[in-house]
């Protein structure tokens, strides 16, 4: 099993725009569950200390092998989603581990 974690900074500034872009990246990408083989959990939160210093967005995914994973990527739902995304963020960062 691998664990697929991703943190965002989100575009929006304020403490409204970061609530509104982070509920809209999980609606996209939640669902995702169940519809991508390999694809065992998924979810989408939203940092709630610091958020001028820390990342604003955390996704967590656990995969059932790191093919699980890259098939994730390029899969077409997982690109629409990523779409919703990019148009929300500026920095990402990601880390893949065995549990």
Same mark, same amino acid.
């Given at each position: 099993?691998?664990?697929?974690?991703?943190?965002?900074?989100?575009?929006?500034?304020?403490?409204?725009?970061?609530?509104?872009? %982070?509920?809209?990246?999980?609606?996209?990408?939640?669902?995702?569950?169940?519809?991508?083989?390999?694809? #065992?959990?998924?979810?989408?939160?939203?940092?709630?200390?610091? %958020?001028?210093?820390?990342?604003?967005?955390?996704?967590? $995914?656990?995969?059932? $092998?790191? /093919? %699980?994973?890259?098939?994730?990527?390029?899969?077409?739902?997982?690109? #629409?989603?990523?779409?919703?995304?990019?148009?929300?963020?500026? /920095?990402?960062?990601?880390?893949?581990? #065995?549990?």
């Amino acid at each position: 099993m691998i664990r697929h974690v991703v943190m965002w900074k989100l575009n929006a500034e304020d403490p409204e725009g970061q609530k509104v872009a %982070a509920e809209a990246m999980a609606a996209a990408l939640e669902p995702l569950v169940g519809q991508i083989d390999g694809l #065992e959990r998924l979810t989408v939160r939203q940092n709630v200390a610091n %958020a001028a210093t820390n990342w604003h967005v955390i996704l967590e $995914s656990d995969h059932t $092998s790191i /093919e %699980a994973v890259a098939a994730y990527g390029v899969h077409p739902l997982h690109v #629409e989603a990523g779409a919703v995304v990019k148009a929300n963020t500026r /920095e990402r960062a990601a880390v893949d581990f #065995e549990l």
